[in-house]
């Protein structure tokens, strides 16, 4: 791994954090009320007498509104900050890439997706409606039409199937899993039709096998079949899977189907980073000179800085100026990201459930995962109880002790999947947050159970208190 999960925070100006501070609060505001999608929250003017600032800071925080998919500036008349409907598609994409760059192994992205997709299959088989039925009988058919069309794909059901579940977390998660598949599924030209077409025809007597279980509602069978399926994509990722080659794509056309809908500049934005992944993610290189990249992208001065904008304040590049400057290549930063991804899914009504559900799975997982690498538990012992200590007094906030446990579990992408879990959960236990020494005291002493039990090596025992010490926080949820 290249860096962890989570980045050093950078160091911005006092202007950059105000005007951090205002996007929040704009962004508290809009859901507390509801999200009250095309509402106005005032106009420039308005909007900077009331938070008192200059232009310049405004039109940052506004910037920031506008790229966690929360607000939109609308200029004119009747103009102003304009609430959107949000969409985590852009803070998916650029998910995949980040976890692509720390260097996902296939083993961790098959051992995510062994502990969501069961999970999401029992749901959809208990909650399926005629409608979702339908839905499901169509990516069947569609399915069987591309057989032997092409490269395995293998995306549209289980993505279908993680949003049937009716667990908003649990289909968002398996969204990026699914395209974090597809990126390391890009299959060497060697592997011939023959064989991509046995591969596609397996998955899809698989998948037929697993759309039916959830259709009858034999949760059970679904989850089965599903860990079974699993088991061949893993199989065959392992075998055929080639790294990344080394050079841009060229002559990439912009999918049509993604920019419908986004701003050229988040496209554009989202070419660069995927180049810039292509190419190595080389930090600390140049990428091109605005010149260059103007006319390889075949836009506008205006738009290009826009992209860059957006590529500034996901930390995957900064525009350098001057002789030798240009678009200089960074450690990407998930955190821009990872916030987009918890307002989405707040706006998504969300129950305590829903998040427990999803964050039991992950926290078992890396429970096991540590239980299996005994050579880690002296690291652990240190690291977590540290973490015990600096909970101790804030009761859960920062909820260190449970990031360091995923950390150290060691599979980046539970580990990044807790830290959107963590700050949903934040948001929504705020003001029950322990402020009294008693339940202070109460967490402190299950971690240390908890830990008790990784450092005995009893995987079991340690599962069975955190899936109690969760259900306890649940009750704190609002
Ligand atoms: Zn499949
Ligand atoms: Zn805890």
């Known amino acids: 791994m290249t860096a962890g999960p989570v980045a050093a925070a950078k160091a911005d100006s006092p202007e950059e954090k105000r005007a951090a501070r205002i996007a929040r609060s704009l962004e508290d505001e809009i859901i507390d009320r509801g999200w009250p999608v095309g ?3 005032g106009s420039e003017t308005e909007l900077r007498e009331r938070f008192g600032v200059s232009r310049a800071v405004l039109r940052e925080a506004v910037r920031l509104v506008e790229h966690h998919q929360v607000g939109r500036m609308r200029r004119g008349p009747n103009g102003g900050l304009v609430v959107v409907a949000p969409d985590a ?38 909650a399926v409606t005629e409608e979702g039925i339908d839905a499901l009988r169509a990516g069947l058919t569609d399915e069987e039409a591309g057989l032997g069309a092409g490269p395995v794909r293998d995306d549209a059901l289980h993505t279908l199937l993680g949003k049937l579940s009716g667990n908003p977390v649990l289909g968002l998660f398996t969204d990026v899993l699914i ?13 011939s039709p023959d064989s991509v077409l046995a591969a596609t025809t397996d998955a899809h007597s698989w998948h037929r096998g697993i759309i039916e279980a959830v259709i009858a509602g034999d949760a059970s069978a679904a989850e089965t079949r599903l860990i079974e ?8 990722l392992l075998t055929h899977r080639v790294r990344t080659p080394p050079g841009r794509r060229s002559g990439r056309p912009p999918a049509p189907a993604e920019a419908h809908g986004q701003k050229l500049a988040e496209v554009i934005a989202e070419r660069i980073q995927l180049d810039i992944a292509d190419d190595g993610w080389k930090v600390g290189s140049v990428f ?6 103007v006319e390889r992208y075949g836009v506008s001065r205006a738009a290009l800085r826009e992209a860059v904008r957006l590529l500034e304040h996901h930390s995957v590049a900064r525009m350098r100026r001057g002789p030798g400057g240009g678009l200089l290549v960074e450690a990407p930063d998930p955190t821009a990201s990872i916030r987009t991804m918890a307002l989405y899914l707040d706006h998504q009504s969300l129950t305590g ?3 427990r559900l999803v964050r039991e799975a992950i926290e078992l997982g890396c429970l096991g995962n540590l239980a299996k690498a005994p050579d880690l538990v002296p690291a652990a012992a240190g690291l977590l109880g540290a973490a015990i200590d600096r909970a101790a007094d804030g009761g859960e906030s920062g ?6 446990l995923a950390e150290l579990a060691g599979n980046p992408v539970l580990a990044l999947f807790l830290q ?59």
């Open 39 to 41: 509402e106005v929250l």
């Open 89 to 126: 598609g852009p803070a998916t994409r650029a998910l995949v890439i980040y976890l692509e760059y720390l260097g996902t192994s296939v083993e961790d992205l098959l051992a995510a997706r062994l502990l969501l997709e069961p999970l999401a299959a029992r749901l959809a088989a208990e």
């Open 179 to 191: 395209r974090l598949t597809y990126r390391y599924a890009r299959t060497s030209r060697r592997t």
């Open 229 to 236: 399926h699993l088991g061949s994509v893993e199989e065959w």
């Open 288 to 293: 091109g000179s605005e010149t260059d990249l």
């Open 353 to 355: 459930q829903d998040l």
């Open 399 to 404: 909820d260190v002790f449970h990031a360091k």
């Open 420 to 478: 959107i879990i963590t700050e949903l959960w934040t948001r929504h236990s705020r003001a029950e947050r322990p402020a009294d020494a008693a339940t202070g005291d109460e967490v402190r002493r299950v971690h240390q159970a908890i830990l008790d039990a990784v450092l005995a090596g009893d995987a079991a025992l340690a599962q069975h208190r955190m899936r109690r010490h969760l259900q306890a926080l649940t009750a704190w949820w609002q």
